[in-house]
């Protein structure tokens, strides 16, 4: 199994403890997640250190606002020459082609804008609970994923579940970023878990590791189980 198929989050509330899995990763992984609590802590310039190792940046924001907002805000994170960053797609379709615009309008930005659909923290009951009323879930993302392509947005993310249906409605090069992979089952915060093997089967481009990789005594070992875990399945 490919290493160049991992995300590392870096969900870390400082430089110095999200440098130091960069660092005790190096030479395995090279594309890594970047959400708010780590962005909110450091800023722009934490990319900038980043982009000086080398490494691929996958900017999780989940931008969600007016279309003239998320434009502006586009804009500037285009100057951060990220590979990846996030917008919501409930923000609907004008959102979603404001973002792509901004894109469209610098030349040679190699970033791709990734729609989030529906959190992985979140199943049928918990979505009644916020909205108070009853969608089936599988149904919502499939929708949610289907505007963001028709919008002409590069991927969405989205479970395991998912990610089988979304290609075969969006197409093999609509990409799908799994995050929520757990090398066991635990109890957390998040809902729709999967292992990585279960993702990569199920279709997804990219698996997203966080916990079961940051909080491990040993990340090196522990990211190699999980992707030897993978391969063995894929046999």
């Known amino acids: 199994m490919s290493f160049d198929k991992v995300i590392v989050a870096l969900d870390f509330s400082s430089a110095t403890e999200a440098l130091k899995i960069v660092d005790d990763l190096e030479g395995l992984v090279d594309f890594f997640k970047v959400g708010y609590e780590l962005f909110l802590a450091e800023g722009f310039s934490f990319l900038n250190i980043l982009k000086k190792k080398n490494k691929k940046i996958f900017l999780d924001l989940k931008l969600h606002d007016i279309p003239t907002t998320v434009y502006k805000a586009t804009k500037l994170i285009l100057n951060y020459q990220v590979e990846m960053f996030t917008i919501h ?14 894109l469209r309008e610098i030349d040679e930005v190699p970033s791709k804008i990734i729609g989030v659909t529906v959190l992985t923290s979140l199943n049928e009951e918990k979505l009644y609970e916020t ?31 998912e990610a089988k249906k979304i290609k075969e409605l969006c197409g093999k090069d609509f990409l799908v970023i799994t995050p929520a992979i757990r090398a066991e089952k635990i109890q957390d915060d998040q809902k729709r878990v999967s292992k990585a093997s279960d993702a990569f089967q199920s279709g997804a481009d990219y698996i997203v590791l966080g916990r079961a990789i940051t909080l491990s005594k040993n990340p090196r070992q522990s990211l190699l189980d999980i992707l030897n875990e993978a391969a063995y399945r894929k046999q």
Not at 89 to 102: D, H
Not at 137 to 154: E, F, I, M
């Open 89 to 102: 797609t409930l923000g609907g379709v004008e959102m979603m082609k404001a973002s792509l615009k901004a």
């Open 131 to 161: 909205l108070n009323t009853s969608f089936e879930l599988n149904s919502l993302v499939l929708h949610l994923a289907t505007r963001a392509y028709q919008s002409g947005l590069h991927g969405v993310v989205a479970s395991a579940n």
